[in-house]
């Protein structure tokens, strides 16, 4: 098969994209892979004969722009076609790539992808859009309010204290990877830590804070119109915020954390994954992190990634490569799927109009 890779994106995330584009592409190693760069300023370039120096030496820049055309399944370089794509990897973390953006890109070129479902991919993204999806689905979550630069820092303060109680996390609502995430004592920490999450975005979600909590993953996706629910894993933290060291730099996500996890209530969180799977119709795989309250022993939802880092193939114990062929299946019969449904409506509106 054909298959376009596409990874890096205008985010925060972008390194963590590469990543995940580059091991993505590699385990795709039999099929003939080709693989497009969005730089930090959102250019697309076919990444060619590349080192990983050159992402780090930003050398990225002689490489030859490309696009995709609505109703073309080519990708082109100017006016000329260059690939012709079976499907489409998104290895995209963040925005302008994991909110659905590039899925609507491909959907217009006509181009099976993971993950296609913009809606889904768009409400993941979205922590303050999401928030209110898990009150629809009466799932349990935690006191918040979402701030944006319209809220002065005073009515900032009085909602906080009307419906908020310290301490508190403050999340910039389209963010990932713990950029931008602050926890915040009390009223005197609330002015500084706002203006930095600003930074990352306008809008932000301001929330109870637990102080005694452990955080589990648990991933899904779909196989034949099967739901396929991995095991569960614990990360284990540095502080109380799983942070982007955490994750990436000291040792990094794969090394620490418990494999399979158990615990009492792994039934209920597998159940809820699979719920929020079905429910945003989502397709590719998602993984689903949640906060477990020691005292109350709830697991709150805390979020939903559309396109998780190394597509989450280290949950199901699965080879890379054939995890990654697996949701490529899948995407195919699923753009199948759509195409067979009737989008277009014949009418003589225009030609009644014409009499006139």
Same mark, same amino acid.
């Given at each position: 098969m054909n298959i376009a890779v596409i990874y890096g994106g205008k985010s925060v995330e972008h390194d963590i994209s590469i990543i995940t584009g580059k091991q993505v592409a590699c385990a795709l190693s039999k099929h003939n892979v080709v693989e497009i760069y969005i730089d930090r300023r959102g250019v697309w370039r076919l990444a060619e004969d590349i080192q990983p120096r050159d992402f780090v030496e930003q050398r990225t820049n002689r490489w030859k722009e490309v696009h995709f055309r609505p109703a073309s399944d080519s990708l082109y370089r100017k006016n000329r076609k260059v690939f012709r794509c079976d499907a489409a990897v998104l290895a995209l973390h963040g925005v302008n790539g994991e909110d659905g953006s590039v899925s609507g890109v491909l959907q217009l070129a006509d181009i099976?992808?993971?993950?296609?479902?913009?809606?889904?991919?768009?409400?993941?993204?979205?922590?303050?859009?999401?928030?209110?999806?898990?009150?629809?689905?009466?799932?349990?979550?935690?006191? =918040?309010?979402?701030?944006?630069?319209?809220?002065? =820092?005073?009515?900032?303060?009085?909602?906080?204290?009307?419906?908020?109680?310290?301490?508190?996390?403050?999340?910039?609502?389209?963010?990932?990877?713990?950029?931008?995430?602050?926890?915040?004592?009390?009223?005197?920490?609330?002015?500084?830590?706002?203006?930095?999450?600003?930074?990352?975005?306008?809008?932000?979600?301001?929330?109870?804070?637990?102080?005694?909590?452990?955080?589990?993953?648990?991933?899904? =996706?779909?196989d034949d119109g099967k739901f396929v629910v991995s095991d569960l894993e614990k990360p284990i933290r540095s502080s109380d915020i799983l942070s982007f060291?955490?994750?990436?730099?000291?040792?990094?996500?794969?090394?620490?954390?418990?494999?399979?996890?158990?615990?009492?209530?792994?039934?209920?969180?597998?159940?809820?994954?699979?719920?929020? =799977?079905?429910r945003l119709n989502a397709d590719g795989v998602m993984r689903v992190d949640f906060m477990v309250?020691?005292?109350?022993?709830?697991?709150?939802?805390?979020?939903?990634?559309?396109?998780?880092?190394?597509?989450?193939?280290y949950l199901f114990g699965a080879n890379v490569g054939k995890h990654v062929e697996n949701l490529i299946e899948e995407a195919i019969a699923h753009h199948l799927r759509e195409k067979a449904i009737t989008r277009t409506f014949s009418s003589n509106v225009l030609a009644m109009r014409g009499k006139k």
């Open positions: 099976p992808c993971v993950p296609s479902g913009i809606c889904a991919c768009a409400v993941a993204m979205d922590k303050a859009v999401f928030k209110v999806f898990l009150e629809g689905l009466k799932l349990p979550i935690l006191p =918040y309010i979402v701030t944006n630069s319209g809220s002065s =820092y005073n009515e900032v303060c009085n909602l906080v204290q009307e419906s908020v109680p310290f301490p508190l996390i403050l999340k910039p609502s389209r963010c990932g990877s713990s950029i931008g995430i602050e926890k915040v004592e009390d009223i005197d920490e609330l002015s500084e830590a706002l203006k930095r999450a600003r930074q990352f975005d306008d809008c932000t979600v301001i929330e109870h804070a637990l102080t005694d909590f452990f955080e589990v993953n648990c991933a899904v =996706y779909a060291a955490d994750k990436y730099v000291s040792g990094g996500k794969f090394k620490k954390r418990d494999f399979p996890f158990h615990f009492d209530k792994e039934e209920e969180v597998k159940q809820t994954a699979e719920l929020l =799977y079905a309250d020691n005292v109350s022993g709830i697991p709150y939802v805390l979020e939903v990634n559309s396109i998780p880092g190394s597509l989450a193939y």
